[in-house]
């Protein structure tokens, strides 16, 4: 399968700050790949090299067997782009908009109709063709915006934080939308800080202060990076639990998960009896302790400790 | 050229406008104002100089003197002065701006064929209206003189003589002398110079605020088809303000026009589309509406107003500022306005000015595609 995005060593720089440092990577055609961060972390900055809207300040790339750097204005007659900030014209109806976007990307008037009614059909808006853009609601707006990206069948499509903002309903139908272009053999790079989104996706990259810290499937990086275990504590008085795990020595790091608590250990036997003791002995009455696969949250929150000790210890070392 | 392209802008663009109803009333309600404020409160006539008179003799003589100041157009009776301060208090305040002081002998003087002297105070703080006023006085005093001069001679008899010089002048172009017939072309210039620069100013700046243009500049979109399409609409709109403009040149404040309509909408419709080209270079340029409409106000009105001899004639200006009105383009159109309007001049020898309009339309339009940037930062 060929490479739709290939960036090597890409670099860009506002003044002193690095926004995005050195990233490699690539994404295969018909890829979903999620690009994984949290806010600030240079996945817009990234995205935005990428469609050709920005020019990197190192390294190099290609979209769709463009050079990112050259070839901008080729590239984005294959790419369609939703930028995180809604776009779309609010004095224009459902209609116009479309109407305008059809124009611009060209789509021959044979097939505008068609084009236009798909897109509207997908973004559920049939009853609201002539109403004002800026009366939909968030979830609709997105999706209208998608159908306006997607509306000149582009190759590759570019979504930036699609689902900042919406509810989760809508943003389940938005994903819906996300697998149909993947299955119809268009490749999705979109970005999102909900862990929950991240499983969706066909690969992963998790960016954190502009560099690319982990890459690959959902489920390699919940099996293969983390090298320690996770621990599901169920037991009384879960927030005085978090206190006495926190002292435990075998206990890297704990935390707070839904009625009970996680906790990070090297040696995951050590720690059961080391916690399910000092539980017992505060009053925390432990029910259950058993490994668990860790969620993606876990992964990330990991490496990104991870990262930070390695940043603070360089920091003292120089 | 894409003209699908092109379209698609042009046609968003006037659903813009449409959909903004307040600001299309204020792309009319600008050039009404304009035309009206410096219509009207624009006079360079100096007309009805209140004068204020000390006649000390109060004689049919000097009151013939006098009503010949008075009973003319040029001066208005602002009061009668009992003593010389009375006449210094007027001038003082305001109340008058000339003191007319005739001698307590001056039929005696007059009669006896001697020279009267008569004083005349102006107030010369505005200089201009000082400089006429003097004028007219002298004419006013002259006449005077000139007619007791020709009493005396044909009272001892003698045929008067003709007078050695007979000059008599004809007023081309502006023969009422009416300074409003020169404002009004002029102020034509200036208003479609504003408003051409503020119908566009907003335009591109706007979707870079929105967002709008991250989500355009990441379409194949030319970049000159950008600015032709937006540039569209706000040229009908122009237009109409134009008419708007010339239709009350005509109807409020009736000034003659002369030259070929045809002319004068040719050299207006490539103006526009200059001043035009310059708000949307701003626009490009600036980013930001609120930076973009000061810019336009900047760069547009002020020269527009000062520079172009829309009133401030160039030939009285020091030559260095002479030189700056020859890069300011509203100086042509405000040429070729007057010599349609009031001279009725072709293009044989307008085209000067054509040209340098045309030149200037060309040139906004290519640096604002040129400066235009497909680019975030």
Known sequence: MANEVEIVGLERRFGSFVAVNGISLEVKQGEVFGFIGPNGAGKSTTIRMLCGILPPTAGSGSVAGFDIRTQAERIKQHIGYMSQKFSLYDDLTVEENLTFFSGIYRIPSAVRKARMDWAVAMAGLEAHRSALTRTLAGGWKQRLALGCAVLHEPRIVFLDEPTAGVDPLSRRRFWDLIYDLAGRGVTVFVTTHYMDEAEYCDRIGLVYRGELIALGSPNELKTGVMREAVLEVACARPQDALEVAERCTSVREAALFGAGLHAVAADASRATAELRAALDAAGCTVSRIEPITPSLEDVFVSLIEAHDRAAADKEAAA | ?377
């Not at chain 2, 505005?126 to 006449?143: E, S, V, W």
């Not at chain 2, 609409?233 to 134009?242: A, E, K, Q, S």
């Open chain 2, 1 to 377: 050229m894409n003209l699908v392209r092109i379209h698609a802008i042009a046609r968003k663009e006037t659903l813009h406008v449409r959909r903004d109803m307040r600001s299309l009333l204020i792309t009319f309600a600008i050039p009404v104002m304009l035309m009206l404020l410096y219509g009207y409160a624009l006079s360079l006539d100096v007309n009805e100089v209140p004068l204020i008179v000390f006649d000390q003799n109060v004689t049919p003589a000097s009151r013939e003197f006098v009503s010949q100041f008075t009973g003319s157009r040029y001066f208005s009776r602002a009061g009668h002065a009992a003593t010389l301060r009375d006449v210094e208090r007027a001038i003082d305040r305001g109340t008058a701006m000339a003191g007319l002081v005739v001698p307590f002998n001056f039929e005696r003087l007059v009669q006896e064929g001697q020279a009267a002297p008569v004083q005349l105070i102006i107030d010369g703080s505005d200089a201009n209206r000082a400089i006429i006023a003097r004028g007219y006085a002298q004419l006013a005093a002259a006449t005077y003189a000139g007619r007791v001069m020709l009493d005396e001679v044909a009272r001892a008899g003698i045929r008067p003589p003709e007078p050695p010089i007979d000059l008599r002048t004809r007023v081309w172009f502006n023969e009422d002398l009416a300074s409003r017939n020169l404002i009004v072309p002029g102020l034509i210039a200036v208003v479609m110079t504003v408003i051409g620069a503020l119908l566009t100013a907003l335009s591109v700046a706007r979707e870079w605020e929105q967002g709008t243009m991250e989500q355009l500049i990441a379409t194949p979109v030319r970049r000159y088809e950008l600015v032709l399409g937006k540039l569209a609409p706000y040229f009908v709109v122009g237009l109409c303000d134009l008419m708007l403009c010339v239709a009350m040149g005509s109807l409020v404040f009736h000034v003659p026009l002369r030259g070929s309509i045809p002319l004068l909408m040719a050299g207006s419709v490539v103006f526009l589309v200059g001043a035009l080209g310059m708000g949307m270079l701003i626009s490009i340029a600036t980013r930001n509406v609120q930076l973009a409409v000061q810019t336009a106000m900047m760069v547009t009105y002020m020269p527009a107003l000062i520079l172009s001899g829309f009133f401030i004639a160039i030939p009285n200006m020091p030559l260095a500022i002479q030189w700056i009105t020859r890069i300011v383009p509203a100086r042509y159109f405000v040429t070729l306005l007057k010599c349609i309007y009031l001279k009725g001049l072709g293009l044989e020898l307008l085209w000067p000015d054509a040209v340098l309009l045309v030149v200037f339309a060309a040139a906004v339009l290519l640096l604002a595609v040129r400066k235009f940037k497909k680019r975030l930062a």
